[in-house]
């Protein structure tokens, strides 16, 4: 499901709940509350891409920030620890990469701690060509032009999150 900006409270809640290491793995670097506060603060939604996967109560089990510039952009993942090896972190990123192939970005890359075993294994597995640089990483990829296929596959996964959402919102209102 692509995020909105009423979906901030959510992805903070989703950032503050990472444990201190998964947050240090998430972002780079040890960051206090504040810092992940002014992190979510920040996101443009509509330059930006964020999905999630969540829960029926709409928690965010995994997130992907897609940060957009001109012609590249930079993917930033997060999975609570009782939901990794699902193949979340993987989709995520898939759908992060459809994202910007439909809007003409034609690179994607990721920076992350080497340590970060779980981000390399899905950069590799998705093509990226992954340069270690002693304590940080870096992996690039050149984004294929969208197709009508890219469109409509991304057309028709938002209309299915929208239901989702819609019918989410719908099952917790009073009756």
Same mark, same amino acid.
């Given at each position: 499901?692509?995020?909105?900006?009423?979906?901030?409270?959510?992805?903070?809640d989703? @950032?503050?709940?990472?444990?201190?290491?998964?947050?240090?793995?998430? @972002?780079g670097?040890?960051l206090?509350? $504040?810092?992940?506060?002014a992190?979510?603060?920040?996101? /443009?939604?509509?330059r /930006?891409?964020? !999905?999630?996967?969540?829960?029926?109560?709409? $928690?965010?089990?995994?997130?992907?920030?897609?940060?957009c510039? $001109?012609?590249?952009?930079?993917?930033?993942?997060?999975?609570l620890?009782?939901?990794? %090896?699902?193949?979340?972190?993987?989709? &995520?990123?898939?759908?992060a990469?459809?994202?910007?192939? %439909?809007? %003409?970005?034609?690179?994607? @890359?990721?920076?992350?701690?080497?340590? %970060?075993?779980?981000?390399?294994h899905?950069?590799?597995? &998705?093509?990226?060509?992954?340069?270690?640089?002693?304590?940080?990483? /870096?992996?690039?990829?050149?984004?294929?032009?969208?197709?009508?296929?890219?469109? !409509?596959? $991304?057309?028709?996964?938002?209309?299915?999150?929208?239901?989702?959402?819609?019918?989410?919102? !719908?099952?917790?209102?009073?009756?």
């Amino acid at each position: 499901m692509r995020l909105r900006p009423s979906d901030r409270p959510a992805l903070l809640d989703h @950032f503050l709940g990472l444990e201190p290491e998964d947050r240090r793995l998430r @972002f780079g670097s040890p960051l206090r509350d $504040e810092g992940v506060k002014a992190y979510v603060d920040r996101i /443009d939604f509509v330059r /930006d891409g964020v !999905f999630a996967v969540h829960d029926g109560a709409m $928690e965010l089990l995994a997130v992907v920030h897609v940060a957009c510039s $001109e012609e590249k952009a930079e993917l930033g993942l997060s999975v609570l620890p009782a939901y990794r %090896n699902m193949g979340m972190g993987s989709a &995520l990123t898939e759908r992060a990469v459809m994202h910007l192939r %439909n809007r %003409n970005i034609t690179q994607a @890359f990721v920076h992350c701690l080497s340590e %970060n075993g779980a981000m390399i294994h899905i950069a590799r597995k &998705l093509g990226m060509a992954v340069v270690p640089c002693g304590a940080e990483t /870096d992996a690039h990829i050149r984004l294929a032009p969208p197709t009508p296929q890219s469109y !409509f596959t $991304e057309w028709l996964q938002d209309g299915n999150a929208e239901m989702v959402r819609y019918f989410a919102a !719908f099952a917790k209102s009073p009756a």
